[in-house]
């Protein structure tokens, strides 16, 4: 059987990993951590995973937490006004329900279930020496280390990387407690709250080691008031700053959030880093070829709560164009071939990402004041995030979001 090395346990390696398994490939998954540490370790991420990349994990039967971790069946924009009141606010309902699963509960519990299988772990920090001499022994390579060192195997593809540098800073908290949402208690939703020249706050529910939780998620655009956690290492000093920001720019969300308590000891996380598109074929000292997945490659700013979403699309085509493969050797152009197929998804990702980091144009504003009065223009905007092929037909050029807009008002 074909042999085949997943560096990276997160959701596109594991994902891949697991389904090769399932399909009888020899699979080595290395990972510089092991599943108890990721279990007991920082969070990670927001993870809120829409439909169709949660039915990539179904498909796998790997959806173990689904029945655990809350529906999230609406997806609301909140626009602060200049006196912190809410200048636009409201909820579209998602075609299919999103989730939040804890990376630390998924990566931990999907790693033991390769292990039971069969799969073989690796626990190594790889670095590029170690994949000269692996890509001799295995028939394919994959990277899937994230937004880890190993991502300069990868050049930067200028052409598709419109930043060089971080566009926000980013600071997030898990906690107990939070009050329901007073306008739609009845169901799960998650909030983006935007706060014009500031940032953004985007708060939802989640799974986590310690049951139900919500997240509690800032943007901060670089240098403003939210891009201040750098060098705040105290998890209660975090959350105490987190909730002072809060009250002073997202005052309703404050209001659900007086009686807040973090999950855990490692319930925070603040960092940045720049959106980059890469090349997707490493090239080793010894003449071997090795392949990116999702983030090593694409990796965007979590402003649109994409990568956990793109990393299943990933692993998904990759699973895919690998298995079509059959026996023929995973030569450079297949390698090209694998990521050309994801591209045709990630890019549309990529460009909605982008244009949601930049001040909005007023056609989007528009758009987004619509979406207040009509609920078919929420419900739309909200399924977005499941489909951002979508934003093409409606979000990007003024005059197609003028004709849809006014295709909607015929319709009412
Ligand atoms: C604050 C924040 C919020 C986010 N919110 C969302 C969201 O709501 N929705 C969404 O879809 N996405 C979100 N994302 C993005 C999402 O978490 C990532 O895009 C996704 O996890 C990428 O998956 P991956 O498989 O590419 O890499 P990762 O999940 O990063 O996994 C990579 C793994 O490789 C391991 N590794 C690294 N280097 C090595 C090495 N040298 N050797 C061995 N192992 C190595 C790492 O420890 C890790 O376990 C968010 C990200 C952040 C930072």
Known sequence: ???????????????????????????????????????????MSTQCMF???????????LNFWENQAPRIEGLGVSVAAPDSSRAIDWVGRLDGFAQSVDQRVKMAGWMETFAQRGGQVVIHGAAVGDLDYFSRTYDLVLVAAG?????????????????????????????????????????????????????????????????????????????GPLDAFKGVKDPSEHLALTLELLEKYVPWEYARATKVELTDANATLAGRYAPTVRKPIGRLPGGGAVLGVADVVVANDPITGQGSNSASKCAASYLSSIIEHGDRPFDEAWMQSAFDRYWDTAQHVVKWTNAMLGVPPEHVLELIGAAGQAQPVADRFANGFDDPADFENFFFDPEKTAAYLESVRAAA
């Open 51 to 61: 439909h169709t990349a949660l039915q990539h994990e179904r498909d796998l039967e």
């Open 1 to 43: 059987m074909r042999k085949v090395l997943i560096v990276g346990a997160g959701q596109s390696g594991l994902q891949i990993a697991l389904g090769l398994q399932s399909h009888g490939y020899e699979v080595t998954l290395m990972s510089n951590r092991t599943a108890d540490e990721i279990r007991s370790g920082r969070v």
């Open 147 to 223: 937004k880890g060192e190993l991502v300069t195997m990868f050049e930067r593809d200028a052409a598709r990387s419109v930043f060089d540098a971080p566009q926000r800073a980013l600071a997030v908290a898990y906690v107990h407690g939070l009050g329901p949402r007073p306008e739609h208690p009845d169901f799960d939703a998650v909030r983006c709250n935007l706060v014009p020249g500031v940032g953004e706050l985007f708060v939802m529910p989640t799974f986590t080691n310690t049951g139900r939780a919500d997240i509690l998620f800032f943007e901060g655009v670089p240098g």
